[in-house]
C-alpha cells in the first residue's frame, strides 16, 4: 500500500491534530517484517551472551567490550516491547500481548503493568496538571521554589546525572519493576502481569546460575543490564526533556499539539536509529503510536517537513541534561544555573 505512496501524498497540514489522519496510513503491521525484526534482534542477542560468557577466561575486558553491542540489542528488544504494547507490531493482539510478555521477562519489565502506565503517559504527556504517572519528574519553577530547602535538595538530587542515568535505571529495572506501584487499584491485571514476570524471571535466573553459575551470570548479565537500563532511560529523557518542549496546565493543553511539539526528534546517526528502532522519531511516534517501528522512517521520507520540528542531535541532546525546571513565564526548560542567575538579577 505504501509503495505508491508517493503520487498520492496529501499536503502538509498546520495543525497537529490533523497530521493524525495522514499519518494513520502507515499505520498496518506487516507480520514477515515483525519475525524478522524479532528473529535479528533476539538472535544475535543470545549469541552476544554466550560469548560474554565464553570469554570470560580471556580476560575480563573482552566481556565488558561485548557487552556494549549486547546491551544495544537488548534496548532495540525492549522497544520491540514498546510497539507491542501499543499494539503495533503485529495485527492480533494476542500476538502482540505474549510477544510483549516474554520480551518482559527479558527486559526485567512486567508488560501489561508498563503498558497500562505508559498508555497514561500518552493521555497526559506535556498536561502540568497531571503529571506523575510514566514520565520523569518535572517541576515547574514555582514549585521548586515553594518547596523547603530539603524539598529542593531532594528534587536536585532526583535530577543529577548519576542518579538519573546510573543508580536509577537500576533501581527501576531491578527493583521497582517488581511491584506495580501506582496501580495498586488497577484492578488483578497489573499484579498478575507482575507477579508472573517475576516468578518468570526467577526461574530463567536460577537456571542460568544453575548452568553457569552465580558469579558468571552476574560478570555477564549484569553489565548489559545496567547498560541497557541507562540507555533506556537517557532516550526517554530526552525525548520530553527539551529546552523547546511543551508543557501546559489543563485548559490549554491540546493532546495532538503536546504530541507534536513536546517530543522530539532525536536524530541519531543510522547505526544508532536502527538500534533505538527509530524511537527518536518520537513527535511522530505521539502522535500515532500504532505505526510500526520500521515504518517511522518512511513517515519522514515522504513528509520531510516532519524532520524540523523538535530536532535534536547527538550533540545537542547532551544539553538538555542541565534542562531541569518548566519556566511557565518563558514557556520552556531552564537549568539551576538560569534560576539563581535570574533571582541574582531581581
Not at 188 to 217: D, E, K, R
Amino acid at each position: 500500500m505504501l509503495k505508491d505512496q508517493n503520487a498520492t501524498l496529501a499536503p502538509c497540514p498546520s495543525k497537529a491534530r490533523d497530521w493524525t489522519q495522514i499519518l494513520a496510513r502507515y499505520r498496518t503491521p506487516s507480520p514477515v517484517r515483525g519475525m524478522v525484526e524479532l528473529a535479528i534482534t533476539a538472535g544475535p542477542l543470545v549469541l552476544l551472551w554466550f560469548l560474554m560468557w565464553a570469554t570470560l577466561d580471556f580476560g575480563y575486558w573482552l566481556c565488558l567490550l561485548l557487552a556494549v553491542p549486547a546491551a544495544g540489542f537488548l534496548v532495540r528488544l525492549f522497544m520491540i516491547q514498546h510497539d507491542c504494547g501499543h499494539g503495533a507490531f503485529f495485527r492480533h493482539r494476542l500476538a502482540n500481548d505474549w510477544v510483549g510478555r516474554l520480551i518482559g521477562v527479558l527486559t526485567l519489565t512486567p508488560y501489561d503493568f508498563w503498558r497500562r502506565t505508559h498508555a497514561i503517559h500518552h493521555s497526559t504527556s506535556g498536561n502540568l496538571d497531571r503529571r506523575g504517572t510514566g514520565d520523569i519528574d518535572t517541576l515547574t519553577v514555582h514549585e521548586y521554589l515553594a518547596r523547603s530547602r530539603w524539598g529542593r535538595l531532594r528534587y536536585r538530587v532526583y535530577r543529577h546525572p548519576i542518579i538519573m542515568f546510573g543508580i536509577g535505571p537500576a533501581y527501576l529495572f531491578i527493583v521497582q519493576h517488581r511491584l506495580p506501584v501506582g496501580l495498586m487499584r488497577g484492578g488483578w491485571q497489573p499484579w498478575l502481569s507482575t507477579m508472573a514476570t517475576n516468578f518468570a524471571i526467577a526461574a530463567l535466573v536460577a537456571t542460568m546460575i544453575w548452568l553457569i553459575g552465580v558469579g558468571a551470570f552476574l560478570l555477564v548479565h549484569l553489565p548489559i543490564m545496567l547498560l541497557a537500563g541507562s540507555i533506556g532511560v537517557w532516550l526517554f529523557y530526552v525525548q520530553h526533556q527539551f529546552e523547546d518542549t511543551v508543557w501546559a496546565n489543563d485548559r490549554a493543553w491540546n493532546l495532538h499539539e503536546a504530541a507534536l511539539h513536546g517530543s522530539s526528534y532525536y536524530d541519531l546517526p543510522h547505526v544508532l536509529r536502527w538500534f533505538t528502532a527509530n524511537i527518536g522519531a518520537h513527535h511522530i511516534h505521539h502522535l500515532c503510536s500504532r505505526i510500526p517501528c520500521y515504518r517511522l522512517p518512511l513517515v519522514l521520507r515522504d513528509y520531510p517537513d516532519l524532520s524540523g520540528i523538535g530536532q535534536l542531535t547527538l550533540l545537542q541532546s547532551f544539553r538538555c541534561v542541565r534542562l531541569v525546571l518548566w519556566d511557565e513565564g518563558l514557556q520552556r526548560l531552564i537549568s539551576f544555573r538560569e534560576l539563581r542567575q535570574r533571582h541574582a538579577l531581581a
